[in-house]
């Protein structure tokens, strides 16, 4: 749930209670918060319009005419003003800062409890030294095409400043109902393995896509054929920066293997055409990414462990399952190992 914690916005809240926090979940999502405000600081801090009260030379905004005559501020050739300034002290930045200084005292690696406080004390040092915002109020937060990159940094906080994860039974914290629907449990999977790409690979040495559309390469096409062919949109692309090196992983929420047509137990064909399709529509096309990629089709374990992979026209193409009921350090190896290794 913490690396998928930006899903089901949309959703009715319902009453659930909450788990006991393992003691790995707070360094889990201090890393989350830290490397979501480096990768914001790269780019600048957002600003935004906070209100200010000043004895000016000249009038700007709105003049403070109460405190103009009370002070006689004319006969000094001054005026007091109302107005508002940008600044990089918005709520959204302090509520940032503030989530940094609690979970700074909850984790328990020196290193990154260090860390956190070091990104605290550089916002302070920006000039983030508000008091920051209620949780009501950041939830009113908007956000427009210039600051969408906020966006993962003040989920990071709010998840930082909450530290609650919903369990099964009915409790007193208003939190998202997953309501156990297949769509939902899928959609659910897939941001949360692409979050674990996110947050565990390296962004110096390995570049990370969710949902990325491919083209088809389509020649002598009608005229009303663009109105109904199939897109295609891969769950996760990750690609090494430094040479040609892409794996494309589609992520599915069922049972690795299905009944086949002469035997019992069989790859899903259907998913393994869309694999092969993600693969071979994209090869010379100027992109040798794409020439060289290999495919994972990714499975939650059910009956066991699953690790299988064929070469088919140069692509490399594996099946294998990751077990979402071992602890978070089991998963983690799991899934890294799937990523960083070739094949088994």
């Not at 049972?255 to 399709?277: C, F, K, P, T």
């Not at 294998?320 to 602890?327: H, I, K, N, W």
Request: proline fraction near 6%; glycine fraction near 6%; hydrophobic fraction near 40%.
């Amino acid at each position: 749930m913490l690396y998928a914690s930006d899903l089901g916005k949309a959703a009715n809240p319902a009453k659930l209670a909450s788990e006991d926090l393992p003691d790995e979940i707070p360094d889990l999502v201090a890393e989350i918060l830290a490397r979501a405000v480096e990768q914001r600081q790269r780019r600048q801090l957002s600003t935004a319009f906070q209100p200010r009260e000043a004895v000016l030379t000249r009038v700007r905004g709105r003049i403070d005419h109460l405190t103009t005559s009370r002070r006689q501020l004319l006969a000094k050739g001054q005026v007091a003003c109302r107005f508002e300034e940008l600044s990089i002290d918005s709520p959204r930045n302090r509520y940032v800062r503030a989530a940094l200084d609690t979970v700074g005292r909850l984790v328990r690696k020196p290193e990154l409890a260090h860390r956190c406080r070091g990104l605290a004390h550089g916002l302070r040092l920006q000039g983030v030294v508000g008091e920051p915002p209620t949780r009501q109020k950041i939830s009113s937060e908007r956000f427009g095409r210039h600051d969408q990159a906020d966006q993962p940094m003040l989920a990071a906080a709010r998840l930082a400043m909450d530290l609650a994860l919903p369990a099964e039974e009915a409790g007193p914290n208003a939190l998202i109902d997953p309501e156990r629907c297949e769509h939902w449990l899928r959609r659910l999977y897939e941001k949360a393995i692409g979050g674990f790409c996110r947050l565990h690979l390296d962004e110096a040495h390995w570049l990370v896509n969710t949902g990325k559309p491919l083209s088809w390469p389509i020649e002598d096409a009608t005229a009303g054929i663009a109105q109904v062919f199939p897109s295609m949109r891969t769950d996760i692309v990750i690609d090494r920066r430094d040479q040609p090196q892409r794996l494309v992983i589609d992520t599915k929420f069922t049972s690795v293997l299905g009944r086949g047509w002469y035997r019992e137990h069989s790859l899903r064909a259907g998913y393994v055409y869309q694999l092969y399709a993600y693969l071979r529509s994209q090869v010379g096309r100027g992109d040798p990414w794409a020439d060289q990629a290999a495919g994972l089709l990714l499975h939650p374990a059910i009956n066991g462990d699953f690790d299988e992979s064929v070469a088919i026209q140069g692509h490399l193409m594996r099946f294998a399952t990751v077990d979402l009921t071992g602890s978070h350090q089991q998963i983690k190896e799991g899934l890294l190992d799937l990523m960083l290794s070739p094949a088994s």
